[in-house]
């Protein structure tokens, strides 16, 4: 595996920290591939994450969304049945899973939902209305005449 070290740009660089840090935590984290998601872009400022949970019913599935993060566990319950039970082959694994997403400022969850073995969490990007794009009127009003120790020039 590569390393790639990042210590030049703390010191040529100022207010990127948070960005570096998150580069020094992806190199290295082997990338998830359990269970199997989707993020899609739905709108200009909407977003879907799709999770593939076949086996799972909601109560054993939590969101927590906190600060500019997004994480999705899921567990089965310790269950007596599972020593009757016999599988000839097992395909659908049902093993606990954690997922962790880093959200853009002002990305929220607006909900979720489980259907037809997929988790769909909705992501929706609301800025205030202090970050968005307005318009800045230009005065004309004709500008006062420069003066010379109070004599007007003409």
Same mark, same amino acid.
Request: glycine residues 10%; without cysteine; charged residues 30%.
């Given at each position: 595996?590569?390393?790639?070290? !990042?210590?030049? !740009?703390?010191?040529?660089?100022? #207010? ?23 993020? @899609?872009?739905?709108?200009?400022? =909407? ?7 076949? #086996? !799972?019913? %909601? ?7 906190? @600060? ?19 599988? +000839? ?6 093993? =606990? ?6 959200? =853009?400022?002002?990305? /929220?969850? %607006?909900?979720?939902?489980? @259907?037809? #073995?997929?988790?769909?969490?909705? +992501?929706?990007? /609301? ?16 500008? /006062? ?10």
């Amino acid at each position: 595996m590569q390393t790639i070290d !990042f210590t030049p !740009f703390y010191r040529s660089t100022v #207010g990127f920290d948070r960005l570096f840090n998150r580069l020094d935590g992806i190199v290295g984290q082997e990338p998830k591939t359990y269970p199997p998601y989707n993020i @899609e872009k739905v709108g200009d400022n =909407a977003y879907r994450i799709s999770i593939a949970v076949a #086996g !799972f019913a %909601a109560d054993e599935i939590a969101i927590e969304a906190k @600060e500019n993060g997004l994480t999705i566990k899921g567990g089965k319950g310790q269950e007596g049945d599972e020593k009757t039970r016999e599988f +000839l082959h097992r395909g659908i694994a049902e093993r =606990a899973f954690e997922l962790r997403f880093q959200l =853009a400022e002002y990305v /929220e969850v %607006a909900g979720a939902n489980l @259907e037809n #073995g997929l988790l769909h969490v909705e +992501l929706k990007r /609301e800025l205030p209305e202090s970050k968005k794009a307005r318009q800045i009127s230009i005065s004309t009003a004709p500008a /006062e005449p420069k003066t010379l120790e109070g004599q007007s020039v003409n």
